[in-house]
């Protein structure tokens, strides 16, 4: 335990210290601050760093585990109403309790704040049981795909225009650090009684993107039956700036309450879910159940520690920049800034560090975590880029997400299966905690700048960080598809070539 904390620190320090340069140089060039403001965001990323080194260990060995032990006994029980039953109601109670959904729910003042979140939850469960058939059934993971992105595309165009980049926003705040381990380690779970293992990779991945999918189109039908006119957002909070040391303490330790307290909301429905799975039908060992539990005991103070930083230090930092960079004339190096932002705050997010690790234990390091999250951070950067363009320019969020979404379900029919699934997850893994409370409010700080309205440039950031990783992973997987083909093309010239010499030596 001591030696893989170990590990596990230097991973997040190596994560976040580019955000820290970054902001750092900032505030010494573009962005002037205070030494109060700069010492209470180093506090900041202080917590960052203990605290996802905390979760990721923490998850390792509780939120993954039991995810696999509740999916595998599922797919063995051959019940499937239960199977579906129990991964609805898993869907959305682990929703429900993603402190990013809530995050995001906040800032819109003219709709209940538990309807929509309620309707995420929904949205999350109906397409977790969607995901079940689809492996149960064998149906391919870009067919479903295509049908749902059809079907929000058609309702796009009947909900009110400030509607739709939250529905796409709500989508993207569901993958976060509570949902993610769980969901993956879940759709590992049901996948691991098929005995093909080729189909059984294919079927490991998508549980996650189907979980975007889901609330992208709850949150749409619900935008049919709410007055446009009505719509309105709350200003992001932003905590005044310290003026003295005693100052910078007092903001952490305000924060720190609230903290525990929701965190623990998080955990709790998890945590007796796993308890009433464990004493019915589990029945696993003393140690593991132990260790499970000692797992969400490390999870838990890590993601404590994360959001009283991410709230304290990087929320007003991140608006204060947003607002400074577009103030002057000369707005247009935002674009370029954004992009450097996007590529650091995805090498942050705790989530995007568990798909990469276990894409590279499912594939037998056939496809490095590297190299997925150099995708990432790729697809993140250009992503952030454009909607710093959008605040500058003020397009419509249609003009990039309906062509990137044609080009993904497109290039999904040509990748093989498994960067699908990837792809997807890998989209819906990168919008956490991160992009919610950091590269959310420097985009909203931008538009407020500008006097623009935030619910149509604010929101649909979110949905843009999402779909570029998308493109960017099925790009890999079709140059990977490709060398291996190649590859194979060679053997078999070579051993066609060995087979005529032989044949030669014979005579």
Not at 111 to 131: H, K, P, R, Y
Not at 313 to 339: D, R
Not at 374 to 399: D, E, H, N, P
Not at 430 to 459: E, K
Request: proline letters at 5%; hydrophobic letters at 55%; charged letters at 10%.
């Amino acid at each position: 335990m001591h030696k893989g904390y170990l590990g596990k620190l230097k991973e997040a320090t190596i994560s976040i210290a580019p955000i820290m340069y970054i902001v750092l140089i900032l505030a010494c060039t573009l962005v002037p601050m205070s030494w109060e403001v700069v010492v209470q965001f180093l506090i900041a990323v202080a917590l960052l760093i203990v605290g996802m080194s905390c979760f990721t260990l923490g998850a390792d060995s509780s939120m993954i585990p039991i995810g696999e032990s509740i999916g595998a006994f599922l797919s063995k029980t051959h019940k499937v109403w239960f199977m579906l039953l129990v991964g609805f109601l898993m869907g959305v109670v682990i929703t429900i309790a993603e402190p990013d959904l809530m995050v995001l729910a906040n800032q819109v003042s003219s709709i209940n704040t538990w309807a929509l979140v309620l309707a995420v939850g929904i949205g999350v469960g109906a397409f977790t049981v969607l995901s079940i058939l689809r492996t149960l059934l064998r149906v391919p993971l870009n067919i479903v795909l295509t049908v749902a992105y059809v079907i929000i595309f058609i309702l796009g165009f009947f909900v009110p225009p400030q509607f739709a980049p939250l529905a796409f926003d709500s989508g993207s705040v569901t993958t976060g650090p509570i949902s993610v381990p769980f969901l993956i380690a879940f759709g590992l779970g049901i996948a691991s009684v098929r005995s093909n293992k080729k189909t059984n990779s294919d079927d490991s991945f998508g549980l996650v993107a189907l979980g975007s999918a889901g609330p992208i189109l709850a949150v749409m039908i619900l935008g049919l039956f709410v007055d446009n006119s009505t719509l309105s957002t709350t200003q992001a909070t932003i905590i005044n700036e310290p003026e003295s040391f005693n100052d910078i303490v007092q903001s952490f330790l305000s924060v720190f309450p609230s903290s525990l307290t929701e965190v623990g909301i998080v955990l709790l429905p998890i945590l007796v879910i796993f308890l009433l799975f464990q004493f019915f039908v589990l029945h696993l060992p003393f140690k593991k159940v132990l260790r499970i539990i000692l797992g969400l005991l490390f999870v838990y103070g890590g993601i404590v520690m994360f959001f009283t930083g991410v709230n304290v230090g990087f929320l007003p930092v991140g608006n204060m920049i947003g607002s400074s960079l577009v103030a002057g004339e000369q707005n247009w190096y935002f674009v370029p800034i954004a992009c450097v932002l996007g590529a650091v705050i995805a090498l942050a997010e705790p989530a995007v560090h568990v798909l990469t690790h276990q894409v590279e234990v499912l594939t037998d390091g056939r496809i490095p975590a590297k190299t997925i999250l150099v995708c990432v951070c790729i697809g993140v950067a250009v992503s952030l880029g454009l909607c710093a363009l959008r605040v500058i320019c003020q397009f419509s969020i249609w003009y990039v997400l309906v062509p990137a979404y044609v080009l993904a379900i497109i290039l999904s029919f040509i990748v093989p299966h498994i960067f699908t699934g990837i792809a997807f997850d890998s989209g819906g893994v990168s919008t956490g905690a991160m992009a919610t409370t950091f590269v959310l409010p420097l985009i909203m700080g931008a538009c407020a700048s500008l006097g623009l309205d935030t619910l149509i440039y604010g929101f649909g950031t979110l949905a843009f960080i999402a779909v570029t990783p998308l493109l960017t992973i099925q790009v890999l997987g079709l140059v990977v598809d490709i060398v291996n083909k190649r590859k194979l093309k060679a053997e078999e010239n070579l051993i066609e070539k060995d087979a005529k010499v032989d044949i030669v030596e014979f005579d």
